[in-house]
């Protein structure tokens, strides 16, 4: 298995989301996936499989909030069940935060889980040391809480600072990455046409074609 790091391709970006369809049920439109690519390319993961089929993936941001320390957000946390129980969640949860503090000094990562998903608590709490911070009654879209939950990265930071320079990549040089490989968006929209969810594929080629006239 290969553990793909930043600078993701609009392609990956849309297998993300397939992904994200088979294993999770919250579910996002494209274009949020494209909003994290663009604003924060260095901090989302895939996990690929031997034949480059994305099998897991991390979706990251940095929260913006001037009246607090700089911290990041786990947005989305998918591994398909085929590939379940052999460490990907967290591999691409560290290096996740890893990105995070090389890139933008983050003092603490959060995320929210469902309060019935056992496995996920199981994994933030006992593998990953995060801590539950309080309860948001009926955050789903189903009614269900969610635990807000923080990670303190104080002690990773300290190991990052020992290889920092070396595995850092510039924002601006992904964004240059993203922005020439656009243009392949449409033609991976346009075979995803024929899958289950045309409508997804739909959104994703009006989309691209959005993206494709601003830049132009």
Not at 147 to 169: C, F, N, P
Request: aromatic letters at 8%; glycine letters at 6%.
């Amino acid at each position: 298995l290969n553990l793909r790091s930043s600078c993701l391709t609009p392609e990956d970006l849309m297998n993300m989301q397939h992904c994200n369809l088979l294993c999770l049920p919250e579910n996002y439109q494209m274009k949020y996936y494209f909003y994290h690519g663009l604003s924060w390319p260095q901090l989302s993961y895939i996990a690929e499989d031997e034949n480059g089929k994305i099998v897991g993936y991390v979706l990251a941001k940095m929260e913006e909030d001037p009246d607090d320390v700089p911290h990041g957000h786990i947005t989305s946390l998918a591994v398909k069940r085929s590939h379940r129980r052999l460490g990907l969640a967290q591999k691409l949860m560290d290096q996740a935060s890893r990105a995070m503090i090389e890139n933008f000094n983050a003092k603490y990562v959060s995320l929210h889980v469902r309060k019935s998903n056992r496995a996920a608590l199981h994994l933030y709490s006992n593998t990953l040391n995060f801590q539950i911070s309080e309860v948001e009654p009926k955050y789903y879209a189903d009614g269900e809480d969610a635990y807000a939950m923080k990670r303190d990265l104080t002690q990773m930071a300290d190991e990052v600072r020992v290889h920092l320079g070396h595995s850092s990549i510039p924002g601006d040089l992904c964004l240059f990455s993203f922005y020439m490989l656009l243009p392949g968006l449409l033609v991976a929209a346009e075979a995803a046409s024929g899958a289950e969810r045309k409508g997804q594929a739909r959104e994703q080629r009006q989309f691209a074609s959005q993206l494709r006239r601003g830049l132009s």
